[in-house]
Every structure is written in C-alpha cells, then in structure tokens.
C-alpha cells in the first residue's frame, strides 16, 4: 500500500499575528543585505585591493604577473582572465586591439591581387580601343 503524504500543519492566524514583529524584523534585514548568507564573488575580494591594482595600470605588465603578484601578496587566486575582465570593466583598463589574423591577411592580400588585376584588364582593354581609334583616323573612318 502506498503511504499517504502527511499535509503540512500551517500555523494559526493567531500564531502568525504574534510573530509578525520578528518578520518585519527579518524583512528590513534581507532588504539591507544583512539576512542570510552573504555570498562573496572574487569581484568583492578585488575590490577590496582596487587602489593597489590601479598601480599596474598604463605600466605594460602582464596579467599573468599581477595575477601573481596578488595571490603572493593576499593569498588571493585570480585567473588572468578574470583579471582582465575585472581591470577592464571595473577599473576602465583600456582592451587591445585585436590583431588581424594570418587568414583574414591572406583575404586582404588575394583582394588586392584580384583588384591590381582588374585594374591591369581595364588598362589593356582601354589601349585596345585606343589603338583602334587611331587607327579608324589614320585610315579617314571617323
């Protein structure tokens, strides 16, 4: 035989006036952010050392190695990926600029191939009719 569920006992209208106070009580905390657990991200921790990330800025030193700096330093393990999102997003740290491929190159340098040879076409396909030209003038066809 199947077990029937037990209904979950609600508390009496009574019960639930009485403890109304420590509800209000519990709202105004969790709306302060001072109710349960206070969950921490590693932009928190990064905050707290901010002033001290700031120095590297401008200075051309790796992530890698400030990322390194701060996990010798604090005992804080950051990857530099993370690093360079909270530098360039939080701290306003300037992104580089993507660098073309080797593939992108080739499209670039086949494109110009093709349009020298275009434009090599159109000069030997106006000589052509310039040529003629002259020569219907020099035989008195105009």
């Known amino acids: 035989m199947a077990e029937k569920k037990k209904k979950r006992a609600w508390p009496s209208d009574e019960e639930m006036q ?7 009580k519990l709202a ?14 590693i932009t928190d921790k990064l905050d707290l050392i901010r002033d001290t990330i700031q120095k590297f800025k401008g200075k051309n030193v790796p992530y890698t190695t400030i990322a390194k700096v701060i996990e010798d330093g604090v005992g804080l393990k950051v990857s530099e990926q993370t690093l360079r999102k909270y530098c360039q997003d939080k701290l306003g740290w300037p992104k580089r600029k993507k660098k073309k491929s ?11 191939t093709q349009n020298d040879n275009r434009e090599i076409k159109e000069s030997e396909s106006n000589e052509k009719a310039n040529s003629r030209d002259n020569l219907s003038n020099k035989k ?3």
């Open 18 to 24: 009485k403890r109304l106070d420590d509800l209000e």
């Open 140 to 142: 008195g066809f105009a």
């Open 102 to 112: 080797e593939n992108e190159e080739e499209i670039n340098i086949s494109n110009d």
């Open 28 to 41: 105004d905390q969790a709306i302060e952010g001072e109710y349960g657990e206070q969950r921490q991200s």
